[in-house]
């Protein structure tokens, strides 16, 4: 058995508290022994900050942390009650997407690989739509399975990340069904990329977000999340010190004549804003692979 199975069974019977202290310990002994995740995080985060050193070294352990919190909710995901949600959500800007939903049944949500986009997947399930996502498909298969039924007990529909059959699935889905369609879009997984600018640097990011708002005409909302620390009341609501902030940008709508050359117009009207977001929050973006940097 891998050891993430292992983890997804325990996680059913181990108290909280245990699961949220064995994920921080791995965390941290992770970034202390500079193993290649938290040297990639690093890596990523001097591009976008600039700081170097032991500004550096602080601010991805506090990223390793923000990753750590990310995965032990995770596992904490099929206890959640409705209330608990609800506690651990607050949104800034969010009746835009809401009008677009009552006027078109549909939106494309841009997120970043920031805060716990599942959780947000959960929320936006309740106050928004019904929501579709894709996800990188995991091995061992078992461990991806596992996830995707979590993420279906909130309420979600899961597609596996697998190549042009998910898009072409993604596109009929849209039109069909409408809701929310949730892309992390910030890694570009399939090596043909939309190039962009972000924080100086030259990089590529995926075309998904854009692509699919070209082909069924459905307007893109940029999404960021990040964590913020809880107190009185809610704290007690959401059984956590941590709740997240979903802070929706302003709604990207495809004009009636729109081709393939939108995609790359699109894309970079989301990553101008996600670059803003990220630099603003870098601890809570959870990038520990390596990033589509092309500079």
Same mark, same amino acid.
Not at 162 to 180: A, N, P, Q, W, Y
């Given at each position: 058995?891998?050891?993430?199975?292992?983890?997804?069974k325990?996680?059913?019977?181990? %108290?909280?508290?245990?699961?949220?202290?064995?994920?921080?310990?791995?965390?941290?002994?992770?970034?202390?022994?500079?193993?290649?995740?938290?040297?990639?995080?690093? #890596?990523?985060? =001097?591009?976008?900050?600039?700081?170097?050193?032991?500004?550096l070294?602080?601010?991805? !352990?506090r990223?390793?942390?923000s990753?750590?919190?990310?995965?032990?909710?995770?596992?904490?995901?099929?206890?959640?009650?409705?209330?608990?949600?609800?506690?651990? =959500?607050?949104?800034?800007?969010? #009746?835009?997407?809401?009008?677009?939903?009552?006027?078109?049944? !549909?939106?494309?949500?841009?997120?970043?690989?920031?805060?716990?986009? #599942?959780?947000?997947g959960?929320?936006?399930?309740?106050?928004?739509?019904? /929501?579709?996502?894709?996800?990188?498909?995991?091995?061992?298969?078992a461990a991806?399975?596992?996830? /995707?039924?979590?993420?279906?007990?909130?309420g979600?529909?899961?597609l596996?990340s697998?190549?042009?059959?998910?898009?072409?699935?993604?596109?009929?889905?849209?039109?069909?069904?409408?809701?929310?369609?949730?892309?992390?879009a910030?890694?570009?997984?399939?090596g043909?990329?939309?190039?962009v600018?972000m &924080?100086?640097?030259?990089?590529?990011?995926a075309?998904?977000?854009?692509?699919?708002?070209?082909?069924?005409?459905?307007?893109?909302?940029?999404?960021?999340?990040?964590?913020?620390?809880?107190?009185?009341?809610?704290?007690?609501?959401?059984?956590?010190?941590?709740?997240?902030?979903?802070?929706?940008?302003? %709604?990207?709508?495809?004009?009636?004549?729109?081709?393939?050359e939108?995609?790359?117009?699109?894309?970079?009207?989301?990553?101008?804003?996600?670059?803003?977001?990220? =630099? =603003?929050?870098?601890?809570?973006?959870?990038?520990?692979?390596?990033?589509? &940097?092309?500079?």
């Open positions: 058995m891998s050891a993430l199975m292992l983890a997804l325990a996680s059913r019977w181990l %108290p909280l508290w245990v699961i949220r202290a064995v994920v921080a310990g791995l965390a941290w002994v992770a970034w202390a022994a500079r193993v290649k995740a938290s040297r990639r995080l690093e #890596d990523n985060l =001097a591009r976008v900050t600039g700081a170097q050193g032991r500004q070294r602080r601010l991805s !352990r990223g390793m942390a990753a750590a919190r990310y995965y032990a909710e995770l596992f904490e995901l099929p206890r959640m009650s409705r209330e608990v949600i609800d506690a651990r =959500a607050r949104t800034v800007d969010m #009746d835009g997407a809401r009008e677009l939903i009552e006027r078109d049944g !549909r939106i494309i949500t841009a997120l970043s690989h920031s805060g716990n986009w #599942d959780l947000t959960a929320f936006a399930c309740r106050h928004l739509a019904a /929501v579709t996502a894709v996800a990188e498909v995991l091995e061992p298969r991806f399975e596992q996830f /995707v039924a979590i993420r279906e007990g909130l979600m529909t899961i596996g697998e190549g042009s059959s998910t898009f072409r699935r993604l596109i009929t889905m849209t039109r069909d069904k409408g809701g929310v369609i949730a892309l992390v910030d890694r570009d997984m399939s043909s990329g939309v190039p600018q &924080w100086g640097h030259g990089a590529k990011v075309a998904g977000p854009a692509a699919l708002a070209v082909a069924t005409r459905t307007a893109v909302v940029p999404v960021m999340v990040h964590y913020e620390r809880l107190s009185g009341q809610r704290r007690r609501r959401a059984r956590s010190r941590w709740g997240i902030v979903l802070t929706f940008g302003t %709604p990207i709508e495809v004009r009636a004549d729109a081709g393939r939108q995609v790359g117009e699109i894309t970079a009207r989301w990553v101008e804003f996600m670059e803003a977001q990220i =630099a =603003a929050h870098p601890e809570d973006w959870h990038m520990l692979q390596r990033f589509g &940097w092309t500079s």
